[in-house]
């Protein structure tokens, strides 16, 4: 059996396959909040060509090939779609 190799990060909650480091779910949640590279990178810290990089992982992670795509998936398969049935069970 191979064994996968997770970043220091280490992998997040829900993600696929437990592939996507906690960085990339940060990340994927502001791509699918509509913000720009530029802007997510002065939301954390980063360079905008590290930014680039880690949404270049994401897509490839998820088998996507655009940014829609995978806020399409953030939205529906990701961690924000576990959240929003989470809050919809404690409200009935």
Known sequence: MMS???DS???APGAPAGRL????????????AGESNKHIA???GLSPHTVKRHVANILDKLDV??????AVWYAGS??????AASAASLQT
């Open 4 to 6: 996968l190799h997770i």
């Open 78 to 83: 990701g961690p924000a779609a576990g959240a």
């Open 21 to 32: 480091t906690a960085r990339e779910v940060e990340i994927l949640s502001r791509i699918a």
């Open 65 to 70: 090939s655009s940014r829609v795509q995978a």
């Open 42 to 44: 002065r939301a954390f």
């Open 9 to 11: 990060t280490g992998p």
